[in-house]
Nanobody, 125 residues
Framework: QVQLVESGGGLVQPGGFLRLSCVAI????????MGWYRQAPGKQRELVAS???????NYADSVKGRFTISRENARKMVYLQMNSLKPEDTAVYYC???????????????????WGRGTQGTVSS
């Protein structure tokens, strides 16, 4: 079974940093676009950053210059380095990926919109 597992969330003071990690596990053949989304209380989930298999990146305007997304294709991992954190960055952060995998019953399958369970990032003094 394909899973995306996030880690690295926590509590940090304003101006601090967090580094989020996400690993894809379970019969993975290849991963195309990967990304990080976040959802703050009472708000809709929003795209934070995305990265293609070739390394092209895209960022939300609110995080440009502060956050950096990167990936390691061989390890099936994506990272989000978050610097100069602000209280408004407080949210649950979710990993997202477009995955091709092997299903034991059905063979090669694609999961174009896979999600992790999320990791909480809290910025507060």
């Amino acid at each position: 079974q394909v899973q995306l597992v996030e880690s690295g969330g926590g509590l940090v003071q304003p101006g601090g940093f967090l580094r989020l990690s996400c690993v894809a596990i379970g019969g993975i053949l290849s991963i195309e676009d990967m990304g990080w989304y976040r959802q703050a209380p009472g708000k809709q989930r929003e795209l934070v950053a995305s990265i293609t298999r070739g390394g092209s990146t895209n960022y939300a305007d609110s995080v440009k210059g502060r956050f950096t997304i990167s990936r390691e294709n061989a390890r099936k991992m994506v990272y989000l380095q978050m610097n100069s954190l602000k209280p408004e960055d407080t949210a649950v952060y979710y990993c997202n990926a477009d995955i091709k995998y092997v299903d034991k019953t059905y063979g090669i399958r694609r999961l174009p919109d896979g999600w992790g369970r999320g990791t909480q990032g809290t910025v507060s003094s």
